[in-house]
């Protein structure tokens, strides 16, 4: 779906943040900001809330714990014990390293999967860059425009005034 | 941002008050680079070709890989026979370089994983080849139990699959087992790790790329980031995760690798001590290799503004710690062999300091005892030549205490009548050569394809206010209000 973006570019992160204040503080909603490297402290500024991903770990990772226990006790208790140098078929101190590692492996993994599959990410998607360089050195501030309630005029004299570089229109599918 | 402190002259002398100071926060990075000469900085040596210098190491490697091919397939043909192996010392080479390989994996993610943790910012420049170097140093590791069991073509048998065999299963109680599920979870988790790290990376360069075909290599590899905030947030997050999950793994690892000695009854490995002394020395080998790596490659590739002195400083500190625990750890062996009053064990001690190994024991003290001392002084902290002969002698010291753990307990155990000596036959030589031709083989084409330095992560701890990003979120926020 291609929307209506209000984009600004800036150079400098510290401007950028300001003018996000200035922009919060006149009540327009930020879409998102583009930056070649994660700002700490900007999540809250526009809003994004912290994110659920390591649920997906503890959830994961408590049930390959589990698993990998019932696995062991399975195969060598109840499957075919097997008796060696006369230690108990239930010996499951001695699983539990097995246990941790799996806990990590799949706990990782699912991260990993959850967080790729949240954020819309997957080998040869085709990039979709606001500006170009914001992968480099730009920091690039955009503002959707979904009805006509958004004063874009007003938006743009707040940008400029607040050390934008360049502000410009555009139709993008973001 | 430099307060200094202000002392009121009205106040008397014992009421004095001092004003807070605050810092000055350190610099990781020489000069003061734009975030575009940054990018521009680390992606040159991927853009041009290669110099004459890598040439000559590639065609090396290349050569002793070329070997190890060779080497192996003698090997497998041949059965491990080919070895200097026999009926007391039933492992030799191949697991000294078994564990010797796991432990220069340790370094990597120690730099990225644990320091990541404790926000240490100078990890920035070298997290990514020390990461690299752990994924090539495993691949290494991982080779030789495989051709170690003779019938490698059967090496999944030890993997608990169902199977027409009953189904029997693998004994879970076995250290050997451990030992794989281990090293394959550790494989697997510093490749994602790591290539979860170079993502942003690979989209810069998407961004760069003068050549279509390597545009779209990297346009498949970076999976379309485009540098949202709301990406970003997330992914420190998972980086976070990934960190605190990494740091015990690695910490089990070795811990696991050390328990394939410990649990036996032959003495000089039937110790308990053995866990955290041998995650100690993995972490002091392979700081010992991350070093020997960078010097190299800042030389030569002239990352100077990026792996500073500083940097190098830092390291050495880590190698004297880890080296002094290594140390201690020799000691405490020493001592418990004596005073525990096993006529075996105190044997065997007698043995590796005075037998027919002994100048193994004394070139290994040479690298792991006398040689962390040396890096007390300033002089030899500053000197990259020094540091160089330092790296080595800890590469060569670390691996000689595997050899003598390994080969000075099992050549003499218990019954005299079972003692022997081990000699190394050409294909074992060849082989331990042929593992260091695969790792530089790797490591080279890395730095030459791939951003040997996290350009996003450098960015973070150099761009412009940006020193927030080391900062935990509430302290940014402090500051962000303050401003």
Same mark, same amino acid.
């Given at each position: $779906?291609?929307?209506?973006?209000?984009?600004?570019?800036?150079?400098?992160?510290?401007?950028?943040?300001?003018?996000?204040?200035?922009?919060?503080?006149?009540?327009?909603?930020?879409?998102?900001?583009?930056?070649?490297?994660?700002?700490?402290?900007?999540?809250?500024?526009?809003?994004?809330?912290?994110?659920?991903?390591?649920?997906?770990?503890?959830?994961?990772?408590?049930?390959?714990?589990?698993?990998?226990?019932? $696995?062991?006790?399975? $195969?060598?208790?109840?499957?075919?014990?097997?008796?060696?140098?006369?230690?108990?078929?239930?010996?499951?101190?001695?699983?539990?390293?097995?246990?941790?590692?799996?806990?990590?492996?799949?706990?990782?993994?699912?991260?990993?999967?959850?967080?790729?599959?949240?954020?819309?990410?997957?080998?040869?998607?085709?990039?979709?860059?606001?500006?170009?360089?914001?992968?480099?050195?730009?920091?690039?501030?955009?503002?959707?425009?979904?009805?006509?309630?958004?004063?874009?005029?007003?938006?743009?004299?707040?940008?400029?005034?607040?050390?934008?570089?360049?502000?410009?229109?555009?139709?993008?599918?973001? | 941002?430099?307060?200094?402190?202000? @002392?009121?002259?009205?106040?008397?002398?014992?009421?004095?008050?001092?004003?807070?100071?605050?810092?000055? %926060?350190?610099?990781?990075?020489?000069?003061? !680079?734009? *975030?575009?000469?940054?990018?521009?900085?680390?992606?040159?040596?991927?853009?041009?070709?290669?110099?004459? #210098?890598?040439?000559?190491?590639?065609?090396?490697?290349?050569?002793?890989?070329?070997?190890?091919?060779?080497?192996?397939?003698?090997?497998?043909?041949?059965?491990?026979?080919?070895?200097?192996?026999?009926?007391?010392? #039933?492992?030799?080479?191949?697991?000294?370089?078994?564990?010797?390989?796991?432990?220069? &994996?340790?370094?990597?993610?120690?730099?990225?994983?644990?320091?990541?943790?404790?926000?240490?910012?100078?990890?920035?420049?070298?997290?990514?080849?020390?990461? =690299?170097? @752990?994924?090539?140093?495993?691949?290494?590791?991982?080779?030789?139990?495989?051709?170690?069991?003779?019938?490698?073509?059967?090496?999944?048998?030890?993997?608990?699959?169902?199977?027409?065999?009953?189904?029997?299963?693998?004994?879970?109680?076995? !250290?050997?087992?451990?030992?794989?599920?281990?090293?394959?979870?550790?494989?697997?988790?510093?490749?994602?790790?790591?290539? *979860?790290?170079?993502?942003?990376?690979?989209?810069?360069?998407?961004?760069?790329?003068?050549?279509?075909?390597?545009?779209?290599?990297?346009?498949?590899?970076?999976? &379309?980031?485009?540098?949202?905030?709301?990406?970003?947030?997330?992914?420190?997050?998972?980086? %976070?995760?990934?960190?605190?999950?990494?740091?015990?793994?690695?910490?089990?690892?070795?811990?696991?690798?050390?328990?394939?000695?410990?649990?036996?009854?032959? !003495?000089?490995?039937?110790?308990?001590?053995?866990?955290?002394?041998?995650?100690?020395?993995?972490?002091?080998?392979?700081?010992?290799?991350? *070093?020997?790596?960078?010097?190299?490659?800042?030389?030569?590739?002239?990352?100077?503004?990026?792996? @500073?002195?500083?940097?190098?400083?830092?390291? =050495?500190?880590?190698?004297?710690?880890?080296?002094?625990?290594?140390?201690?750890?020799?000691?405490?062996?020493?001592?418990?062999?004596?005073?525990?009053?096993?006529?075996?064990?105190?044997?065997?001690?007698?043995?590796?300091?005075?037998?027919?190994?002994?100048?193994?024991?004394?070139?290994?003290? %040479? &690298?792991?005892?006398?040689?962390?001392?040396?890096?007390?002084?300033?002089?030899?902290?500053?000197?990259?030549?020094?540091?160089?002969?330092?790296?080595?002698?800890?590469?060569?010291?670390?691996?000689?205490?595997?050899?003598?753990?390994?080969?000075?307990?099992?050549?003499?155990?218990? *019954? !005299?009548?079972?003692? #022997?000596?081990?000699?190394? @036959?050409?294909?074992?030589?060849?082989?331990?050569?042929?593992?260091?031709?695969?790792?530089?083989?790797?490591?080279?084409?890395?730095?030459?394809?791939?951003?040997?330095?996290?350009?996003?992560?450098?960015? &973070?701890?150099?761009?412009?206010?940006?020193?927030?990003?080391?900062?935990?979120?509430?302290?940014?926020?402090?500051?962000?209000?303050?401003?």
């Amino acid at each position: $779906m291609r929307s209506h973006f209000l984009v600004a570019t800036f150079y400098d992160p510290d401007r950028l943040m300001n003018a996000l204040r200035v922009i919060r503080r006149e009540n327009f909603r930020v879409y998102d900001v583009y930056a070649p490297y994660p700002i700490h402290g900007i999540d809250k500024v526009i809003g994004i809330r912290k994110t659920r991903l390591p649920w997906v770990t503890f959830v994961v990772g408590l049930s390959a714990l589990t698993f990998a226990l019932l $696995m062991q006790f399975y $195969m060598a208790v109840l499957d075919w014990p097997l008796n060696v140098g006369g230690k108990p078929d239930n010996s499951t101190l001695a699983f539990i390293p097995i246990t941790f590692e799996a806990t990590v492996l799949l706990g990782g993994l699912s991260i990993a999967a959850a967080f790729l599959f949240r954020a819309r990410l997957y080998p040869g998607k085709k990039e979709q860059l606001i500006v170009d360089g914001v992968t480099n050195d730009v920091f690039a501030l955009v503002l959707r425009k979904r009805s006509d309630s958004i004063d874009l005029r007003h938006a743009r004299e707040l940008l400029k005034q607040n050390g934008a570089n360049v502000i410009l229109e555009k139709e993008a599918e973001l | 941002m430099s307060a200094v402190p202000v @002392t009121n002259p009205s106040l008397s002398a014992s009421r004095r008050t001092v004003e807070p100071q605050t810092l000055p %926060l350190p610099r990781w990075v020489d000069g003061n !680079p734009t *975030l575009g000469e940054i990018t521009d900085d680390i992606a040159h040596p991927l853009e041009g070709k290669p110099g004459k #210098g890598w040439w000559i190491c590639f065609a090396i490697a290349f050569a002793a890989l070329l070997n190890l091919g060779g080497m192996v397939t003698w090997l497998i043909a041949k059965g491990i026979g080919v070895w200097g192996l026999n009926n007391s010392v #039933g492992w030799a080479f191949d697991i000294t370089n078994f564990v010797f390989w796991i432990g220069i &994996g340790h370094a990597g993610t120690l730099i990225s994983a644990i320091l990541l943790l404790f926000r240490q910012q100078w990890r920035t420049s070298i997290n990514r080849s020390a990461e =690299a170097m @752990t994924i090539f140093a495993v691949l290494c590791a991982a080779m030789f139990p495989g051709i170690h069991m003779g019938r490698p073509w059967d090496a999944f048998f030890i993997f608990p699959y169902p199977n027409q065999r009953g189904p029997l299963w693998v004994n879970f109680r076995s !250290p050997l087992v451990w030992d794989v599920v281990a090293i394959s979870t550790y494989f697997t988790i510093s490749l994602v790790f790591w290539y *979860l790290g170079m993502i942003p990376d690979l989209a810069t360069l998407r961004d760069r790329a003068a050549n279509k075909i390597k545009k779209i290599i990297f346009q498949v590899l970076s999976m &379309g980031w485009n540098g949202s905030q709301r990406t970003w947030a997330r992914y420190e997050i998972v980086c %976070l995760v990934l960190a605190g999950l990494a740091t015990p793994l690695v910490l089990s690892v070795h811990s696991i690798v050390s328990m394939d000695f410990a649990t036996s009854v032959i !003495p000089g490995w039937h110790t308990t001590i053995f866990p955290p002394y041998f995650v100690a020395g993995a972490i002091y080998s392979g700081f010992g290799m991350v *070093l020997t790596l960078l010097l190299i490659t800042r030389q030569t590739m002239h990352l100077e503004r990026y792996i @500073t002195m500083r940097h190098l400083d830092k390291m =050495a500190k880590v190698l004297m710690l880890t080296g002094m625990i290594v140390s201690y750890a020799y000691a405490t062996e020493f001592f418990s062999a004596w005073y525990g009053g096993n006529l075996y064990e105190r044997y065997h001690f007698i043995n590796r300091a005075t037998g027919p190994y002994a100048w193994c024991f004394y070139l290994m003290v %040479l &690298g792991n005892v006398i040689t962390p001392q040396l890096l007390w002084f300033q002089k030899i902290r500053s000197s990259v030549a020094a540091l160089f002969v330092v790296s080595i002698l800890v590469n060569i010291g670390m691996w000689l205490e595997r050899f003598v753990i390994i080969v000075v307990s099992l050549h003499r155990a218990f *019954l !005299p009548s079972g003692w #022997g000596m081990f000699y190394p @036959t050409k294909i074992d030589i060849g082989i331990l050569i042929g593992a260091f031709g695969l790792f530089f083989t790797c490591f080279l084409l890395f730095i030459r394809f791939l951003p040997m330095i996290a350009i996003w992560e450098i960015k &973070g701890v150099v761009g412009h206010g940006a020193h927030k990003m080391a900062l935990s979120d509430d302290r940014a926020e402090m500051e962000a209000s303050h401003a």
